[in-house]
């Protein structure tokens, strides 16, 4: 939470369009020379607290930061629809359209005058967000880097019980049978009595607990209402594990929305009907932890390479699901090595479009009717009447 990691950069803003009131860690680029702003958006059950690390690491090394506390967590809230009883949280199903939300991080950009693209990341769910938000607003990102989970292709539901089979007759076991338990009735009141049990099992010592434990359908539910708890993670102190408490407690309701959201499949038609182009054209970085148990080998690069045209992938040193937290370092240093340097973000080459050559445009960037390591993308810069080629290009049309 915003103002418990960082009080002194921690901001708040309530969207006019959608009345949701975000709070939000945000540091301009400390040097006259850099321009560059890196967004962080967390998954659950997080905030912007687990990027503590990586906000450290950039504002040390200049850059800008802005990371918000993602809908229903900690202070970011809503008025309409807010539970009665929590008339901070926001519990209307409606509240958590990935198209609502996207448009609230771009007026959080917009709020804090950051017209130029931003460098985007995102862990868990917050890939979710991230995904849709190259989707709606290509020309607000400079490159994406997703950790954990691979970008997720609009307008396609999300169907648990088919996607569970499916990765059970690979790995042998259900991954993902824990959603059920988390768009049930009563779940959020469960965790809350069980928030040390719960805990443990999702930041663990041993990562493969999870293999037993949480996969497989009410696996969770019967390890909360036996109380079990696991070594914790040395990754997490005791301290740490005090301030998520603090941030998390009474908030578990509000947060599971965003499963009930994806289960639901409340964004389909959205994203049908805005005739999203599905390609990602900025560089992209997929982080992963080593392989294990937990994962089909190569599956999320797989995915990653059908859409993204400038994609690397890289494995850290980790080996469980919180890589911010437990490469933290290496983390920090993944991303910001694929991060165009300042001079070239701020003087891009500048063409005429008369000498543009086999070009189409997309939603907002031109892009070479050519397919090869040699593609174009040029895109628009708001603001800017002139076009730029980022500086991923290889070459320049003259």
């Known amino acids: 939470m915003a103002t418990?990691?960082?009080?002194?950069?921690?901001?708040?803003?309530?969207?006019?369009?959608?009345?949701?009131?975000?709070?939000?860690?945000?540091?301009?680029?400390?040097?006259?020379?850099?321009?560059?702003?890196?967004?962080?958006?967390?998954g659950f059950p997080s905030s912007s607290y687990d990027w503590r690390h990586q906000i450290t690491f950039f504002i040390t090394n200049g850059y800008g930061v802005l990371a918000p506390?993602?809908?229903?967590?900690?202070?970011?809230?809503?008025?309409?629809?807010?539970?009665?009883?929590?008339?901070?949280?926001?519990?209307e199903l409606s509240d958590y359209k990935a198209k609502t939300m996207s448009a609230d991080i771009i007026a959080l950009l917009d709020h804090e005058n950051i017209s130029g693209p931003v460098h985007a990341v995102g862990h868990d769910t917050g890939c979710y967000l991230l995904s849709r938000l190259g989707n709606y607003y290509?020309?607000?990102?400079?490159?994406?880097?997703?950790?954990?989970?691979?970008?997720?292709?609009?307008?396609?539901?999300?169907?648990?019980?088919?996607?569970?089979?499916?990765?059970k007759q690979v790995l042998g076991f259900e991954r993902f049978g824990y959603l059920k338990f988390f768009v049930s009735e009563g779940a959020a009141g469960l965790i809350e009595e069980h928030v040390d049990s719960f805990f443990t099992l999702f930041y663990p010592a041993e990562a493969d607990l999870w293999i037993e434990h949480l996969g497989p359908t009410g696996a969770l539910e019967t390890w909360l209402r036996n109380d079990r708890k696991a070594p914790l993670a040395p990754y997490i102190t005791e301290e740490e594990k005090a301030t998520h408490f603090k941030i998390m407690r009474?908030?578990?309701?509000?947060?599971?929305?965003?499963?009930?959201?994806?289960?639901?499949?409340?964004?389909?038609?959205?994203?049908?009907?805005?005739?999203?182009?599905?390609?990602?054209?900025?560089?992209?970085?997929?982080?992963?932890?080593?392989?294990?148990?937990?994962n089909i080998p190569?599956?999320?690069?797989?995915?990653?390479?059908?859409?993204?045209?400038?994609?690397?992938?890289?494995?850290?040193d980790a080996k469980g699901h919180w890589i911010q937290l437990e490469a933290r370092d290496e983390i920090g240093e993944a991303v910001a090595s694929k991060l165009p340097a300042d001079a070239e973000l701020t003087r891009p080459k500048q063409v005429r479009y008369r000498n543009l050559k086999s070009l189409r445009q997309r939603r907002g960037c031109l892009t070479s009717k050519r397919r090869g390591k040699d593609d174009i993308a040029v895109r628009f810069f708001d603001g800017i009447n002139s076009l730029f080629f980022p500086v991923h290009i290889p070459f320049v049309v003259s």
């Open 298 to 316: 190569g599956a999320a690069a797989g995915m990653m390479r059908q859409f993204a045209q400038n994609l690397t992938v890289r494995e850290v």
């Open 250 to 294: 009474g908030h578990y309701k509000s947060t599971l929305m965003w499963y009930r959201a994806l289960v639901g499949n409340i964004n389909v038609d959205n994203e049908i009907q805005a005739q999203l182009d599905s390609k990602l054209y900025q560089p992209v970085l997929m982080l992963t932890s080593q392989p294990s148990r937990l």
């Open 4 to 42: 418990v990691v960082f009080p002194s950069l921690a901001r708040a803003y309530t969207v006019p369009a959608s009345q949701h009131r975000y709070t939000y860690i945000f540091s301009r680029p400390s040097t006259s020379t850099s321009t560059t702003t890196i967004l962080f958006l967390h």
């Open 138 to 167: 290509p020309t607000r990102l400079a490159s994406l880097s997703f950790l954990e989970v691979p970008y997720q292709k609009p307008g396609e539901g999300f169907h648990l019980d088919a996607i569970n089979e499916m990765v």
């Open 69 to 91: 506390d993602l809908l229903g967590y900690g202070q970011s809230t809503s008025s309409p629809g807010a539970d009665a009883n929590d008339p901070t949280q926001p519990t």
